[in-house]
Nanobody, 123 residues
Framework: VQLQASGGGLVQTGGSLRLSCAAS????????VGWFRQAPGKAREFVAA????????SYADPVKGRFAITKPSGKNSVDLQMNNLKPEDKAVYLC?????????????????WGQGTQVTVSS
């Protein structure tokens, strides 16, 4: 299982970015894919997660109503649409995958990780 995150960049407060987590190396039908973020000097935190085949999604409270996690049809990726970005959203964003159908928030439950992509929000 290989994951590769992309789409980060620099935006102004209130702007939008779309991150993509490209997956390869096998079938992901029985996987949950999650997005996490880590700001300098802070612990890694859960952002959002979804089952690969769709259905249930979960979001951290700080991003509810602003971020949307999707599994685009026909693409081997899970995207994170981030709207109304705030300076506190600045972090390295990482995608991760875990085998199974249960959506969990703790990073230790995810066995497969991609590299991060930097998101910077200017005030």
């Amino acid at each position: 299982v290989q994951l590769q995150a992309s789409g980060g960049g620099l935006v102004q407060t209130g702007g939008s970015l779309r991150l993509s987590c490209a997956a390869s190396g096998g079938s992901f039908n029985n996987f949950v894919v999650g997005w996490f973020r880590q700001a300098p000097g802070k612990a890694r935190e859960f952002v959002a997660a979804t089952r690969w085949f769709g259905g249930t999604k979960s979001y951290a409270d700080p991003v509810k109503g602003r971020f949307a996690i999707t599994k685009p049809s026909g693409k081997n990726s899970v995207d994170l649409q981030m709207n109304n970005l705030k300076p506190e959203d600045k972090a390295v964003y990482l995608c991760a995958a875990r085998y199974g159908w249960l959506i969990v928030h703790h990073e230790r439950e995810y066995a497969n990780w991609g590299q991060g992509t930097q998101v910077t929000v200017s005030s």
